[in-house]
């Protein structure tokens, strides 16, 4: 019986057994998190096959109790998730508090996926932000610390106004179910709804890396060891920017969605242009990543208008999540020495920029047909401009690292290489497209 | 709608003088013990609006734990504003 | 000049909460129809979840106090996630705090001040025990009663200065705490159908063996919060020797 509720529980109740079984903690939390990763591929596999599953929490029906609402979409995302933490935990080295902050992590991103109640993904946010600034400062130097406190203020001050924007639907609506709201929220006072939008868009998009609100990332991302780097990129980012996709849905107004366009390209802007002129390795990859998360809520705003969003949104996800998350992961050492790393480097950046035969090719392709179709030629135009800046810095990176560089660190270069070739059979599946098809039905 | 007293003034004036003396003040230990007081008359407002569950949990741990978290970290780091 | 922009802000700030929660229009649930369907069990639901709460929550969970109800009951997944959420803050700061050498020499308390935390210490543990387990019952429940048994063990900190939590004791706790907690949903979902579900006899509201599960999960809180809340209080001033 494969029941979602137990992606969240069985990890949670691990991570409270962690303290009592220091010493094979690393065995024990990998094994945990394997076991989650198959958990999500049943879970795949069941939704795909029955359609959406929602599994009640306490007994008690929707409006009145919390439930869990798993689609296509959010398992997929759950599956990621999960498979990613697996393999970027073999290159753990820390004590038992780290894994155990690593495993609340992964759970809060799982969590925020799968729930189906705006309080509860408020309390998962809490949950992974709070393991993340930990996380962050867990290399324990300067600027680690200083990654840390810039991520916690802005975290803390955008939790807080998620909760209000929380509160003021609950007081206009009586309602926390996400079903519910979006049935209702026709009846709310206008002003209210965006005063609520705009207070939850504020709050999410701290965490998704959008473009007013992204002070934190790159002291973050350059202060984080390498594999911490790597969780941030598949880890929180993926699951706020779905959670974006879920509130886009709720309050589906054409302004919000043009709001949300709009917030996406200008993220896509800055994030590329600061990559382009920026010369340290790992603030080009942590302002890549923002460039990508504009990329992503691009497609999230057209969900209304094109049945493409939702398969490029999944496409430049998955190659996201792989391929940043392993050249994060191979960026502890300088260049790319061995073959190991040769490939990764290679192969993450291909999918980064979007060349054929990898998943990021797919998502772009998506992106642009959808586009094509509304005929938002200026959107268009946005997209290639910020690929062609995209492929001449990464361009730069690649003639920097192919060369001559320290002997490569076998323990982080294979687990890269395991979850770039993700993006790579991604792409060759593009049997995928119909898998990703009838997804987020709210 | 409930009634401001003249009590419920009071309270209303204290909690945003002591929050914006908190604000104001160089000396941190006087920023924690302000925002301690504030969120102390803040509970005794929760008890007033009849929440006598949140009112217990604000004066325990807002007046109480946070504030000695705070001073036990000012002690490791330095007690003035620059 | 930022002295004028900041209070510009905080009155805008201000203003635009003022005017959201100001007016609050009372839905008119009965008039309305709405079509939305409950995936769940297919029927339409048209209910006021705040309505609910007051009207059943006795019959549903049989406790007394509805605050309680709903923290551990309805919404019980909630308050796991709350929980943990305190445990990763517990797990994050002894994680990063180190000992340092050379912290700044503390004064003795006066005996007045020892021997008085020392009289009053069982008092407040008892008060916070009290307000943990009568948690369905009267108002309060397992996070202020924690807070309570942790703010008796932050006197002993302060009065004592070479007063320290005994660090293994405190995380077994901890775990065991969180255990319980965690274990005692999923045998919900082994007994009952659902995480969570309340699988034991309700019994006569008002007594303290009632309300099932309540009184189990909220004395796990308890322990939990006063647990974590004292080690946090403790990790920090483990530095001042």
Redesign the interface.
Known sequence: MVTPVLMIAIPLLAAFLMPLIKKAHRYFTFSILLLNAILSVLLFAKVYNDGAIYETIAGFSPPVGIYLAVDNLSALLALIINLFATINFVTSKKDFKFSMLYLLGVTGATGIVLTGDIFNMFVFFEITAVASYALVASKKDEKAVEGSIKYMILGSVGSSFMLIGIAIIYSQLKSLNLYDIAARISSMDPKMMWLSFSFLLTGIGVEAELFPLNGWVPDAYEGASSNIASFLSFGPSKASIYAIARLLIIFSMSRTYELALYVGIATLLIGEVAAFMQKNEKRMLAYSSIGQMGLILIAFSLIKDTSYAIPAAFFIIVSHASAKSSLFLISGKKGFGGITSKYVGLAGVLSLIGMPPMAGFWGKWYLLMGIADEKMWAVAAVIIFSAVIEAIYFARYLHKNLGEGESEDLGYSIPAAVMVSVSIVMGILPLIYNMAGGVLNA | MIELTIISWIMAFLVIGAAIYAIETKDLISAAIAAGVASLVVSIMFLVLQA??V???EA??GA??TM??FV??I??TGRWEE | MRKVVAIILASAFFAVLLVSFSNIQQADYGEKEYYYQNPINGSYANESVPSHYISNTKNETGAV?A??AIVVEYRGFDTLGEVTVLFTAATGVSFLLYKTRGG?KRTEANLILKEGSKLVLPFILLTGAY?FIHGHLT???G??GG??I??GF?LMM?SYPKFFMKERAVSVTESMAGITFAFIGLLGLVFASSFLQNFLPLGDAGYILSAGIIPIIYIAIGFKVGSE?SS??DK??E??K
Request: charge should be positive.
């Open positions: 006598p569950d009112a217990i949990t325990s741990i109480g734990l000695a978290i036990y970290a002690g490791r | 106090n605050v309680t700044k307000i108002p309060g429940g996070f202020p807070a309570v942790a703010s932050l302060l809340l946090i209080a920090l001033k530095v001042q």
